[in-house]
């Protein structure tokens, strides 16, 4: 069945992956989205047609409407033209390939519109897992993984028959700085941060990455999709990124999914799932590769996966804080405002410092996200 897709955040590098992958599958685009990349919007809007831009940031978005001014493309500006983009009518399927909780309202709004979610974004899960979860639920919505991971771990779970999960395990790359110590961290650059070994993906994931703050966030975001608590996911550094997660079910049998490290496959089965269609992705050869290495992770030097437990655990408005803070915080640091390992000591104070809340609303959570980047910054004032 031909599927109508919105793709929020189509300018980064997810979006021009789900654009790659769109000649693989039966699509239609309806709707494209950047921050302020106009002059790649207007190429992609020219080439996929879609019903409705939006920009963003409003003076690239009065560019796009000039740029697109001979075409009958609507363009629309701000969190309103996210919110247009991810409720269009003609659309069934959300692609949420924007970076941050900026993402957390768009996907609100196209749950509540009833479109499936093909969803990168995780700092929307981070933040409100619990209400995009439940809303998920409540219009009867599906929330399918984009992120490797979370993707390899659905795939496995085709395969468990309603068997419950005993565990998770999550693998990591490990980053540019795995193996480094505390101390080592502490001279690193923000151009050795943007070298990642397996992946090229957008400046503030590859500093997660490198922070190991990425997998805190996938921890959380493995949680809210397939209910296990915290301590039933495991981490584990394995360097060539071939294996991308697996499970475990109650007899000790453990499912893995791999292959070569590309987004497209994830993109692909999120779009066509529950069927599987040619790809463009290079097939893996195990004898090629030779071996595989698995490594305990180093929380000491990469306290992020720490603090992301705990947020995990407390659940709450915590996730929202921890993420918020860690935004603000890379935010900084990509600025060159702020030494690479001081980001997950913000993050930490952050998340002692603004209150906690055991039910947040959607109005506390934005306010929590909005208390941890001005506790960032006032930090950072002193
Ligand atoms: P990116 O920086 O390459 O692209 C981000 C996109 O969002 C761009 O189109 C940009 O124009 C838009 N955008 C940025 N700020 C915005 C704002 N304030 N308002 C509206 N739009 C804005 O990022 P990416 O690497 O493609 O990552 C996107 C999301 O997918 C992130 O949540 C990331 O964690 C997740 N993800 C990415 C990868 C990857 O391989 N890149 C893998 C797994 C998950
Ligand atoms: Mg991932």
């Known amino acids: 069945m031909k599927k109508r897709i919105s793709i929020l955040g189509a ?14 599958i039966d699509a239609e685009v309806v709707a494209l989205t950047t921050n302020r990349n106009i002059e790649l919007l207007e190429a ?7 019903k409705v831009c ?11 409407k000039i740029a697109l001014a001979d075409t009958d493309i609507q363009v629309q500006s701000g969190m309103d033209g996210l919110i247009a983009a991810a409720t269009h ?5 959300v692609v949420t390939a924007v970076v941050g909780m900026v993402g957390l309202l768009p996907t609100l709004a196209a749950i509540r519109a009833g479109k499936d979610i093909a969803l990168a974004n995780k700092e929307t899960l981070v933040c409100a897992g619990q209400l995009v979860m439940d809303s998920a639920a409540k219009y009867g919505v599906k929330i399918l993984p984009v992120d490797s991971e979370h993707s390899a771990i659905f795939q496995c779970v085709q395969g468990a028959q309603g068997n419950a999960l005993d565990r998770i395990i999550l693998t990591a790359s490990g980053g540019p700085f795995f193996g480094k110590s505390a101390d080592e961290l502490k001279t690193v650059t923000r151009e050795q941060a943007l070298q990642h070994p397996n992946w090229s993906m957008g400046a503030k994931i590859t500093t997660d990455s490198a922070t190991m703050m990425n997998k805190g966030l996938e921890l959380i975001e493995a949680m809210w999709l397939y209910g296990l608590p915290e301590d039933q996911i495991d981490i584990v550094v394995h360097r060539e990124s071939i294996i991308h997660s697996l499970i475990e079910f109650a ?5 893995a999914q791999l292959g070569l490290p590309d987004m497209r ?8 799932y529950p069927e ?3 790809c463009k992705v290079p097939r893996l050869s195990l004898a090629e590769i030779g071996r595989l290495t698995f490594f305990a992770p180093d929380d000491a030097a990469f306290p992020a996966m720490r603090l992301a437990r ?10 929202a804080v921890m993420n918020g803070a860690n935004e603000a915080a890379v935010g900084l640091f990509l600025q060159d405002a702020l030494p690479f390992w001081q980001i997950p000591e913000l993050v930490a104070f952050a998340m002692d410092e603004v209150p906690m809340q055991e039910n947040p609303t959607l109005d506390d959570i934005l306010e929590s996200d909005r208390a941890a980047r001005a506790a960032v910054n006032h930090w950072k004032m002193r």
Not at 54 to 64: F, I, T, V
Not at 265 to 272: E, H, K, N, S
């Open 11 to 24: 300018t980064g590098s997810i979006g021009t992956q789900t654009i790659d992958i769109l000649s693989s």
């Open 265 to 272: 496959l994830p993109i692909q089965y999120a779009l066509t």
């Open 310 to 319: 705990r947020a995990a655990r407390e659940k709450g408005n915590l996730g």
């Open 251 to 255: 007899d000790g049998a453990v499912l």
């Open 89 to 93: 009518p003609d659309c069934d399927t």
């Open 54 to 64: 939006a920009a963003c940031d409003e003076a690239a978005a009065k560019q796009l």
């Open 276 to 278: 599987r269609l040619p």
């Open 44 to 50: 992609q809007a020219r080439a996929l047609k879609p």
